[in-house]
């Protein structure tokens, strides 16, 4: 019943925007998309309150605007899509909504590796996963080896992330390093801080997305967005379609980024 309801709440919508998605499609310069998309995905809970449901079903929702995110960054050809799924603060939300947002990610694994696979896609976590639950890692690390070897699109899973954390992880390891000799303090500089960090090798996120009305970081990529682009929307994550993502980027590549110069002539 849940599955159907559901369905049909989404076939409503899209035929609602299938115009709008042809307009933003044909206004896309394929040769400045951004190679990196980084998204909080926000507005769950909410999106369920409001339709009286448990907070749970704005979860489930929450997935299906995953996959369909996903799907659209990969025929895209966009290079690195990283996702916001669970905060080191998420710990402190009830055990019984926890329990679920694990359920839900290990759910979603086993139902679109195969999926995922097929279409190039190639599946990391980053964050402190050796701290979630084994189900959880379990799923994680099946996926990872399922997908290692595929060349498209680079879904990494932010899970029990934070981005002090990650800084400060990295300094531990760089002092460790010191310590022992592997790294001299004087060559210390940024490329070397970013090598220590979970996106070590990836590029920065040129554009990052965050729906449901909120503007703040909350603790995400803090080193990586140092000059990334912010695209706010009021949109709850689990209404957050093709659409909304397309207008994020036409968004971006309608600025100049100048990294802290001027604009060129």
């Known amino acids: 019943m ?28 394929m040769g400045k998309l951004p190679t990196h998309i980084a998204i909080i995905m926000d507005g769950n809970g909410r999106w369920a309150t409001r339709r009286g449901l448990p907070r749970a079903m704005g979860h489930r929702a929450g997935v299906e605007s995953l ?11 966009i290079g690195y899509l990283t996702v916001y799924a669970f905060s080191t603060e998420n710990w402190k939300r009830p055990a019984i909504e ?63 992330y934070g981005g002090r954390n990650e800084i400060t992880a990295a300094v531990k390891q760089m002092a460790c390093d010191v310590a022992v000799g592997k790294l001299n303090p004087d060559d210390i500089d940024e490329n070397i801080i970013s090598n220590y960090l979970y996106t070590a090798g990836m590029p920065d996120p040129d554009l990052l997305i965050r729906p449901s009305g909120e503007q703040r970081i909350s603790n995400f990529l803090l080193w990586q967005a140092a000059y990334s682009e912010f695209w706010y929307s009021p949109v709850l994550w689990p209404d957050f379609r093709k659409e909304h993502l397309l207008e994020a980027v036409v968004d971006y590549q309608n600025r100049q980024r100048r990294f802290g110069g001027l604009k060129s002539k």
């Open 98 to 160: 926890v329990n679920i947002l694990m359920d839900l990610l290990v759910e979603y694994l086993n139902k679109e590796i195969e999926d995922l696979h097929e279409n190039n896609v190639r599946v990391r976590a980053i964050g402190r996963i050796n701290e979630l639950p084994e189900k959880a890692r379990g799923a994680l690390n099946q996926a990872e080896k399922r997908t290692e070897d595929n060349e498209g699109l680079i879904l990494n899973l932010a899970l029990n």
């Open 67 to 77: 996959r369909e995110i996903v799907k659209t960054c990969s025929s895209l050809g």
């Open 2 to 29: 849940v599955r159907k309801w559901f369905s049909l709440w989404r076939v409503r919508n899209n035929k609602s925007s299938l115009e709008k998605v042809e307009e933003l499609y044909n206004s896309l310069d």
